[in-house]
């Protein structure tokens, strides 16, 4: 329908109007589409970024782990590169599980490909954080009897994964047990973990990293803290692992 035709109708339906008014019937005023219309757009866009988030959530699957780990007291050695990393973590620190979100695929990859070695250093500084104390110690020695498992990467991610909140009892050692079961855990697991084989180890770490002052911030060591050739890193450099790799 043409621009003229358009309002032709619109001054026949006007003057019909005026007539039904004079009569005394009251017009119904004419409905306004706007918002339908509006509406109808705010909702097809939230369709396509709904989409997109699915989407996005879909491709940013996590690296398979193919490398290889041995343990040493509370220090797990990963990869076979030339660049040697150094990483203090607590599976209780929420920094730390942001860490991984934001590097863990990064440096899995880096491991996989044999760029990188990386010294897992298992701390336990957030004993206290959890009622009843103790989480920490009690995950650090999971992660260290996943080790002689043959699970470590698969069960370090999974740690993180399901991390507890500070405050809250933490995984008790019957579901750290049922995770590692769950991705193929070998030997006497349960033992491990129930036996708390490795806790000397951990506690003995965890004290030589916070006396460390190379690893210190202000005089105060934290977790996630990472380390290259002895120095500590400035996490606040995104490109840290990028350069570390390329020898800067």
Known sequence: MGGASRSEKKRRQAEANRRLAAAGIRVPPERNRTPLIVVAVVLVVAVIVGVTVLLNRASSTNVTPTYTATASGAVVTAGTGRVTIDTYEDFLCPQCERFEQRYGNDVTSALNSGQITVRFHTIAILDPSTTPPGYSTRAANAALCAVPAGIYPTFREKLFAEQPAEGSAGLTNGQLVAFATQL????????????????????????????DPALQTDGQFGTPTVAINGARVDLNNTNWLKDAIAGK
Request: some cysteine; aromatic content about 4%; charged content about 10%.
């Open 184 to 211: 193929g855990a070998k030997g006497d697991f349960a033992g491990c973990v129930n036996g708390g084989t490795n806790n000397a180890a951990i506690a003995a770490e965890t004290n030589a990293a916070a006396a």
